[in-house]
């Protein structure tokens, strides 16, 4: 009993320290839609939204779902990461069995990321995965060392704007889930990154007429792409981090070799 306690102080503390910090400053601010995990209705309805604003999303993706289905509903077939990938989306990582690093060791942490990496790269004729999200935004100080490592971003799931230093081994994000959607909250956090020349990353699962208590409606994610394109640049994690000057992965390939 003392034993788990004590490892889970160290999990929970580990997630608080910065361990790969960057300066975010553009000016005007800057919003990012994501979607974890890559439901087909993510891809169907909500990449379909953004396109109507010709603007692209990040996609991280579960290699290990293609093909099944869950709560979320179908999942991405291999046909729809090409077609998102080919149409100037970013295809970025989330583990091969969405397993939570936060309860990982290093090693565990690096065959799940070389299984995604290697399925990626099979089904994309080798193009860069360079970000990261975590599943259940599970985090621990020892995956964000192994990540940080291996990704240019690994985006968690603690709210708030990305200004002035952040750490970019745990980037803040915000749910856009149906159960509690907010659209004021919403488009004041748009607002606030405006203000400080932030960045807001966004994230949901399936965007679906019915959705999990892990998705919205269309409705509801297309009034907040809506809002956005109107009053910011609405860009890939890749694209935001490409203008940060931020976009390359620390050149070290330890992880493999843990
Ligand atoms: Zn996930």
């Not at 603007?55 to 993706?61: E, K, N, P, S, V």
């Not at 077939?77 to 397993?99: F, M, N, P, S, V």
Request: proline fraction near 5%; aromatic fraction near 10%.
């Amino acid at each position: 009993m003392r034993v788990s306690l004590a490892a889970r102080l160290v999990r929970e503390i580990g997630g608080f320290l910065c361990t790969n910090p960057a300066k975010v400053s553009w000016p005007g601010g800057v919003v990012s839609f994501t979607f974890d995990d890559f439901p087909r209705s993510a891809w169907v309805n909500g990449g379909a939204i953004l396109e109507k604003y010709d603007r692209r999303g990040t996609y991280y993706t579960t290699m290990g779902f293609a093909g099944t289905a869950n709560n979320l509903g179908p999942m991405f077939e291999l046909d729809d990461l090409r077609a998102a990938h080919r149409r100037g989306h970013e295809i970025a990582c989330h583990t091969y069995t969405h397993r939570d690093c936060g309860r990982a060791t290093p090693a565990e942490i690096a065959a799940e990321i070389d299984e995604n990496a290697a399925a990626l790269s099979a089904a994309l004729d080798g193009a860069p995965i360079t970000n990261f999200a975590y599943p259940f935004g599970g985090v621990s100080l020892s995956a964000k060392s192994a990540l940080n490592r291996r990704f240019a971003s690994c985006r968690g799931t603690g709210r708030g704007i990305n200004h002035g230093t952040v750490d970019l081994a745990d980037l803040p994000s915000t749910s856009i889930y149906s159960r509690n959607f907010d659209r004021d909250r919403f488009c004041q956090l748009i607002e606030d990154a405006q203000a400080s020349d932030g960045w807001v990353i966004f994230y949901t699962h399936d965007v679906a007429d019915d959705p999990s208590p892990f998705g919205c409606t269309p409705a509801q994610f297309q009034s907040i792409v809506a809002y956005a394109a109107e009053n910011a640049p609405v860009l890939p994690v890749r694209d935001v981090l490409a203008g940060l000057g931020l976009a390359s992965a620390p050149a070290d390939s330890s992880l493999r070799a843990a």
